[in-house]
């Protein structure tokens, strides 16, 4: 059972890797490498096609879980999910009201999640051990 989980998690793994890298390569490409409307479009269905393989990938990993590493996950995406939304819209309703500077970007909320994600699954295994 450990080799499965091994090799679904490096599946796993591998897609996330080309989906961040396609990625990239979508939003980036108009800017750096091409100047083509139906290059990007394509560029970007191949992005979509490989986030739904990774998405495909994940669940694939997750069909092998026991149970202490199902509840590990699913609070873990529980809490990071309901954390995102409401620091989010604080986010942004603080930028908008003027009380902070700092313009939102997708980019800090994708680090927000990676970060709550991460602990939260570090102190769900702990909680449960």
Known sequence: MKEILKKKTKNLAVWTFVWVFTFFIATEGPNEFWNNKII?????????????????????????YDEFQRKVQLEAMAFTLGLTV????????????????????????????????????????????
Request: aromatic share 10%; proline share 1%; net charge positive.
């Open 86 to 129: 409401v620091i989010g819209l604080l986010f942004e309703e603080t930028y908008k009201l003027g009380l902070i500077t700092i313009t939102p970007k997708i980019h800090h909320i994708i680090f927000f999640i990676g970060l709550t994600y991460i602990i939260s699954v570090l102190l769900n295994s702990r909680r449960y051990k």
């Open 40 to 64: 990007t479009v394509i560029a970007l269905v191949v992005n979509l096609i490989i986030g739904i393989v990774m998405l495909i990938s994940n669940k694939n990993l997750f069909d092998h």
